[in-house]
C-alpha cells in the first residue's frame, strides 16, 4: 500500500494530512482545527478525544452514528452531550406508489428525448480534429443536461467525513465538487429525490482517510467499513439504493484511495459511479460507468497567479520540456534513467534548484512532461493547460478525464512509456503548425478544467457533472 501522492514534493505540498478544510463552512473548519488541536471548549471537543483516545473505537462510534441514524436520534447522545453528529435529515415523504411510477416514467421519458435529440446531433458529425471528439453532439448534449439534470445529495449525516471535503492542495478537486453540490447555488440540485436522475453520496475519501486511517498500519479496513455502513444506512431509510443496485448513485473522490474505500460495497464498486483521480483502468477503473476526474494542485487554495496569465502565444519558449517531481513509480524511474540531468534543452530534475521555480519553468517550456508518479493522475496536467504548456502524457492504462467528450491529441502529445529514451527527438519532430494547433487546443480547452465559484458554465465542476449525466443516459458520443 502506498501512502505517499504521485509526487508533489518539488511543487513544495505536502497534501491531505495537513490539508486544511475546506471551503464555505467556517464551522468545519474550526471544528476540525480544534480536533486535531484539541482546543478545549470546542463543541467538538469529546467526540474527538473519544476518537484520540481510544475510549471509543472508530467502529464503535460509526455503528452509533449509523444506529442512531437509523432510529432517527441524535446519536450525539451516545457519545456526548454536545457533539451533534447526525443531522436530522428532512426525511423526505415517499409518495404513494402510483405517483412515484408515474413519476419514474416520466423521468424516463425525459431522458429518452435527449438521448434522441443528442443523437441526432451527433448525426451531423463535423469540424473533426477540434478538442471534441463530435462537437454537435457534445453541445447538444450539455444543452439537455442543463435542461433537465436533477442529483439529489443524501443529507444524512453531519459526521466530519460527509458533506465536506478538502479545498487545498492536490485533493482539492475532491472538496471544490462536494462544496459546489452542498453549498453552490447551482440548479441541478433538487431536494426532492424523486425527480432525481442520480443521488450523491457526498462522503470525503480524504477525510476518511485523516479521521480514521491509522498510519502507519496500511489497513483500509476503516474506510471500506465506513462506505460500507454509509450505503447499509441509505439503502435501508430509502427506496432509492435498492431499486438501482445503486447504478444511479454516484461518490466522488480523488484520494489515491478512493477506489479501495468503494470497495465496501460490493454494488458501488461494480455497479454505482465512481468518479476518481486514481482513473487506473487495470485496477478496476471501468470507463463505462465510472468518471475520471481532473487532478488539480491548489497552493492555500488557488491556482498559481504565474499560471493564470500564461504569455501571448507569439513569444517564443527557450527550452524545449520541462519536469520537475520525485521518484515515484515506474514511469518517473526510466524518465529519470534517461533524462534527468541530462538534457539542457529537455529539463528534468527531481529537485528543482532553488533558484527555479515551478510555473516560471512551465511558463518557459514548449512541453510540459506528465509522468504518472506512484497513481496514474498527475495535477501537472492541468497545471500544464493553464501553463499553456503542451502535456506530454506518459502513463499506462490513464483514462484520462472527460475523454468521453474531449479528443485529447488535439491538445496533448502521448508518448509510449516504451518510448521515453526517444522523447527528445519525438517532440523535436513535431511541426511547428502542429505545435501551434496543440496550443490552440490548449486554448480553447482551458475552461474545462477551471474551478470557479461560484461555477460558470463548461467548467469543470460542469464537466464534471456532464461525464456523470452521460453515465446516467448511458450514451456513448
Ligand atoms: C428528528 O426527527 C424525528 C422524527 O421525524 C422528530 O420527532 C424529531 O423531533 C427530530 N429531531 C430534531 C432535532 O429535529
Ligand atoms: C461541415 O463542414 C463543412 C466544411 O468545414 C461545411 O462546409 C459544412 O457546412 C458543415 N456542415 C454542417 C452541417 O455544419
Ligand atoms: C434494501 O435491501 C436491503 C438488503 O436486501 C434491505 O435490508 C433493506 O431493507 C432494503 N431497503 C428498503 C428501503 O427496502
Ligand atoms: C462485483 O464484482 C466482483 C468481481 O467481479 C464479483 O466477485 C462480485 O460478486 C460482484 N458483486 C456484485 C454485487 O455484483
Ligand atoms: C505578439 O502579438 C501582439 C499582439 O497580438 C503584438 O502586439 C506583439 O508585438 C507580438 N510580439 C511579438 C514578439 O511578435
Ligand atoms: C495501474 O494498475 C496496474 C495494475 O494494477 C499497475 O501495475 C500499475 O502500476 C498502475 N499504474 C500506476 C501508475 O499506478
Ligand atoms: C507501447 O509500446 C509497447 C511496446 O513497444 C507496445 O506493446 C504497446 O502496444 C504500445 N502501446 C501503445 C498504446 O501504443
Ligand atoms: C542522455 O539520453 C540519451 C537518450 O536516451 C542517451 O543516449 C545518453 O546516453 C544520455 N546521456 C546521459 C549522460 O545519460
Not at 479521521?211 to 460500507?228: A, C, G, M, N, R
Not at 431499486?243 to 465496501?264: N, Q, T
Not at 502529445?413 to 529514451?421: E, G, H, L, R
Amino acid at each position: 500500500m502506498r501512502t505517499k501522492k504521485s509526487g508533489d514534493d518539488s511543487n513544495g505540498g505536502f497534501y491531505a494530512y495537513l490539508g486544511v478544510l475546506c471551503c464555505v463552512l467556517i464551522i468545519s473548519v474550526i471544528a476540525v482545527v480544534s480536533i486535531r488541536f484539541s482546543v478545549s471548549g470546542s463543541p467538538f471537543r469529546s467526540s474527538v478525544s473519544a476518537v484520540n483516545s481510544g475510549t471509543v473505537s472508530i467502529a464503535e462510534l460509526q455503528k452509533k452514528v449509523i444506529a442512531a441514524a437509523l432510529i432517527n436520534q441524535n446519536p450525539s447522545r451516545a457519545i456526548s452531550s454536545d457533539v451533534s453528529l447526525y443531522r436530522n435529515s428532512s426525511s423526505p415523504q415517499i409518495p404513494k406508489t402510483s405517483t412515484l411510477v408515474k413519476k419514474d416514467d416520466k423521468i424516463e421519458e425525459g431522458l429518452a428525448r435527449a438521448r434522441a435529440a443528442i443523437r441526432k446531433a451527433a448525426g451531423v458529425r463535423n469540424l473533426s480534429g477540434g478538442i471534441y471528439r463530435n462537437p454537435g453532439a457534445f453541445y447538444q448534449s450539455y444543452k439537455e443536461m442543463e435542461r433537465r439534470f436533477k442529483v439529489y445529495v443524501y443529507e444524512d449525516g453531519d459526521f466530519i467525513m460527509i458533506h465536506d471535503g478538502p479545498c487545498k492542495d492536490i485533493y482539492a478537486s475532491e472538496g471544490r465538487f462536494i462544496s459546489e453540490m452542498e453549498h453552490g447555488n447551482n440548479k441541478f440540485r433538487t431536494r426532492d429525490p424523486h425527480s432525481a436522475h442520480v443521488y450523491f453520496m457526498p462522503f470525503s475519501v480524504t477525510w476518511m482517510v485523516k479521521f480514521l486511517y491509522v498510519p502507519p498500519s496500511h489497513s483500509l479496513t476503516p474506510l471500506k467499513e465506513f462506505v460500507s455502513d454509509y450505503v447499509r444506512l441509505i439503502s435501508i431509510k430509502y427506496p432509492f439504493w435498492n431499486r438501482s443496485g445503486g447504478a444511479d448513485h454516484f461518490m466522488l473522490s480523488c484520494h489515491d484511495w478512493a477506489p479501495f474505500a468503494s470497495k465496501g460495497n460490493d454494488f458501488l464498486y461494480n455497479t454505482s459511479i465512481r468518479v476518481l483521480c486514481n482513473a487506473n483502468s487495470s485496477e478496476g477503473f471501468n470507463p463505462q460507468k465510472d468518471v475520471s476526474l481532473p487532478e488539480i494542485y491548489l497552493y492555500n487554495g488557488v491556482v498559481s497567479p504565474k499560471l493564470q496569465s500564461p504569455p501571448p502565444a507569439n513569444i517564443s519558449r527557450p527550452y524545449l520540456g520541462f519536469f520537475a517531481g520525485g521518484l515515484h513509480g515506474h514511469v518517473r524511474k526510466t524518465l529519470f534513467d534517461h533524462w534527468k540531468g541530462n538534457d539542457s534543452d529537455l529539463r528534468v530534475y527531481e529537485y528543482l534548484p532553488k533558484d527555479m521555480d515551478y510555473p516560471s519553468e512551465m511558463l518557459r517550456s514548449k512541453f510540459c512532461l506528465c509522468p504518472s508518479g506512484y497513481e496514474v493522475a498527475s495535477p501537472r496536467v492541468v497545471e500544464a493547460i493553464y501553463a499553456e504548456c503542451v502535456p506530454v502524457m506518459l502513463s499506462d492504462h490513464y483514462v484520462f478525464p472527460f475523454s468521453d467528450v474531449l479528443n485529447w491529441d488535439a491538445f496533448s502529445v502521448q508518448v509510449n512509456i516504451s518510448d521515453i529514451p526517444r522523447l527528445k527527438e519525438i517532440l523535436l519532430a513535431v511541426p511547428e503548425d502542429k505545435y501551434m494547433k496543440l496550443k490552440e487546443g490548449l486554448r480553447a480547452v482551458r475552461k474545462h478544467f477551471e474551478l470557479n465559484r461560484p461555477a460558470l458554465r463548461f467548467d469543470m465542476f460542469h464537466m464534471i457533472l456532464h461525464s456523470i449525466w452521460l453515465r446516467r443516459l448511458n450514451l456513448r458520443l
